[in-house]
């Protein structure tokens, strides 16, 4: 039936053409308006045929209701019009489910959407913005369960307006008629007729707008599948061409530049892509894509260089990545505790981020927001629940095409760490046993020499004892060769074994220091004098230690220490005891380490940019040294500055606990 909207009551009084018009009071039983024998008059037969015509040429949803508006006004004589439209469709609805699994902050979604002017004609923005509250916080859910024409007569007396009745006499407004729309009885928005004039509705006229609402609810829910299906083909074929796409190639970096300019195709202005590093909690960006640069003011920020890295279950990213579920953020302006990757200058109002996930482990996450600056020029489109699901068929793809390029770049990368490792080995071995070689032909030609009867016995003894201590030398070297690969084999196999015990360390290392001081002195002549001071702190230090593990990663940071101070100087080695805690210290005067260089110092066949030429070797014995002190429950710390020198430390527990006087 009508709702007739007013305070005062009235008697029924006829209109001019004879018809009975609806006062304040008088309302229409409902199943009268459904009533398709209607006398109506010759020109609004005609108006409804072409208005019916209209409704049903056009899939267009914007088209439809543009027609629907101008053509009922016209015929209505109303002054505006508008239609608000629910901005889902209603089948989306699940009972009160969410559809697409997002979590918020806030409740999940579980409606068809927010409220919105789909048409107007002749309404400021202020006024629909108004309206749309008034609907939003009461009068839309009232028309949900009345769905008939709602009549307000006077619409500055109305009680009901209230908030209303001061912007509707500053537009001119008298009289209003809501219009349900409904699709299968279900309220899928309104339409309203606004007069500046009193307007009195008859019988007919009111059955006549409620048959062209029908249709045009039919029409609008036609037009709004059809463009739905038609968004839908469209996104199936974006994600049938992103597949495509990330799986023509293999190199991590043309991966990440396809998921960032597809990503934004679908969703938003930008998007930045996180990967969890293995075997760690923390969570890296990897990849950034923005269609927006910033003002001239403002400097370049990238997330993928000045963005720190973030912790699972820290922030939207670490939380995606613990619980494997999307989040969906909208107008939220704390991002530096949300999302510390964006600048509240860039002026964000949502923001998307899902897993990225291969065979059920999630290996990173992909952010996706849209980027202002607060500029109107910059057109963005709103990001959506819909958009969730969408935004994961992606990042199911995208998350399959890093894997396999990471697999792809670490597969090279072990192919082209093998053909270095060989290289090295090569060089290694063939420069000891040329050398050996070569002094073993000096040998045999210094015998051949001597005659019996001119032999000088002390200098052939003399020179065959230096050849004898050269290859010594190198055969000393191939030794530790040896023993670097099968140390390297077994720490990669995980197969290290050491047998600890407790020792006192000082012996070992004054030994140490004596072997690596005579290995100095036997470099060609002109030579650069190295010197060795040991100081102790106590005078026994007893640790629980591999000693053949122990020696060789001595030997390791002692030997360093002379091949990185190619002009000689002083190398101080410094043992103490604070209790529980035994520290080592081998501290040179030479060329240091490149600040660049020290975080992969321990790493296997590193060496410094700034090596000396004769700093030779296989770039193995920090990372050995680090794995066995590792094995003996200690570490290796390192501190150096370039062209100052270096001072590598171990830390080890000590077996007997230094007793404190305090």
């Known amino acids: 039936m009508l709702e007739h909207i007013n305070e005062v009551s009235s008697d029924s009084q006829n209109n001019k053409d004879g018809t009975q018009a609806f006062n304040r009071f008088n309302m229409v039983p409902a199943e009268d308006l459904f009533v398709p024998e209607i006398s109506i008059r010759p020109e609004q037969a005609e108006a409804l045929l072409v208005i019916s015509s209209l409704l049903n040429s056009e899939l267009n949803p914007g088209n439809v209701l543009i027609n629907l508006v101008q053509h009922v006004s016209g015929l209505f004589k109303a002054s505006r019009a508008a239609v608000f439209l629910r901005k889902n469709l209603q089948h989306e609805l699940t009972d009160g489910s969410n559809p697409h699994n997002v979590f918020t902050e806030e409740e999940p979604l ?41 009549y307000i007569e006077d619409i500055q007396a109305s009680q009901r307006l209230n908030g209303l009745r001061e912007l509707s006499m500053r537009e001119g407004l008298m009289t209003m008629l809501t219009l349900p729309l409904l699709y ?8 309203v007729l606004y007069h500046s004039q009193h307007r009195v509705y008859s019988r007919e006229e009111l059955r006549l707008l409620t048959i062209i609402t029908n249709q045009a609810a039919l029409a609008i829910t036609n037009s709004r599948l059809y463009e739905e299906a038609r968004r839908r083909e469209q996104e199936a074929e974006m994600l049938a061409e992103a597949s495509r796409v990330l799986s023509s190639s293999l190199k991590l970096r043309e991966v990440l530049s396809v998921i960032g300019e597809m990503s934004t195709r679908m969703v938003g202005n930008t998007s930045v892509v996180f990967i969890v590093r293995e075997n760690t909690d923390q969570i890296f960006p990897i990849g950034y894509y923005s269609k927006e640069t910033p003002p001239p003011e403002l400097p370049e920020y990238i997330p993928t260089k000045n963005s720190e890295p973030v912790r699972i279950g820290q922030t939207i990213v670490g939380k995606v990545v613990q619980n494997a579920t999307a989040m969906f953020i909208k107008d939220n302006t704390d991002w530096s505790r949300i999302a510390p990757f964006i600048r509240d ?55 399959n095409a890093i894997e396999n390029a990471r697999n792809y770049e670490a597969e090279r990368s072990a192919l082209q760490e093998k053909d270095l490792f060989l290289t ?37 003894i003399e020179s065959l004892r230096h050849y004898n201590g050269v290859m010594e030398g190198q055969l000393d070297r191939l030794q530790t060769l040896v023993e670097d690969l099968t140390s390297i084999s077994d720490i990669e196999t995980n197969k290290l074994e050491l047998h600890k015990r407790p020792v006192d360390l000082i012996p070992i290392i004054r030994n140490k220091i004596n072997e690596a001081e005579q290995l100095a002195k036997q470099v060609r002549m002109p030579r650069p004098v190295h010197h060795f001071e040991l100081r102790t702190n106590p005078a026994v230090v007893i640790g629980d230690v591999d000693i053949p593990a122990f020696e060789r990663v001595l030997s390791s940071l002692l030997s360093n220490a002379v091949k990185y101070s190619p002009r000689g100087g002083l190398i101080k080695v410094r043992v103490q005891q604070a209790l529980e805690e ?41 990372y050995i040294s680090q794995n066995f002190i590792k094995a003996m429950g200690g570490r290796i710390e390192v501190q150096s500055e370039e062209g100052k020198g270096s001072n590598l430390t171990i830390y080890l527990r000590a077996s007997a606990p230094l007793k404190s006087n305090y």
């Open 110 to 150: 579980a409606d068809i959407g927010r409220l919105v002017c789909a048409a107007n004609w002749g309404l400021t923005d202020l006024f629909i913005d108004k309206v749309l509250k008034f609907y939003e916080d009461r009068e839309f859910s009232r028309l949900q369960t009345i769905r008939s024409p709602v």
């Open 184 to 191: 299968r009885q279900s309220l899928i928005g309104i339409m």
């Open 345 to 399: 200058v860039e002026h964000v109002n949502s923001l998307l981020c899902v897993p990225l996930k291969v065979r059920s482990k999630v290996i990173g996450a992909l952010a996706i927001y849209n980027i202002t600056y607060q500029n109107p020029e910059i057109k963005v489109t709103p990001i959506e629940d819909r958009h969730v699901t969408l935004l994961q068929q992606l990042a199911e793809r995208a998350a």
């Open 424 to 460: 090295l080995i090569s060089h290694e071995l063939k420069t000891p046993l040329t050398s050996l070689l070569g002094y073993n032909r000096l040998v045999n030609k210094r015998l051949e020499e001597e005659s019996l009867e001119k032999i000088d016995l002390n200098k052939l």
């Open 582 to 622: 035994i520290t080592i210290a081998v501290q040179d005067e030479g060329v240091g380490i490149p600040e660049k260089d020290l975080p992969h110092l321990f790493e296997r066949f590193f060496k410094a940019n700034n090596s000396p030429s004769k700093a030779n070797g296989l770039g193995l014995g920090l």
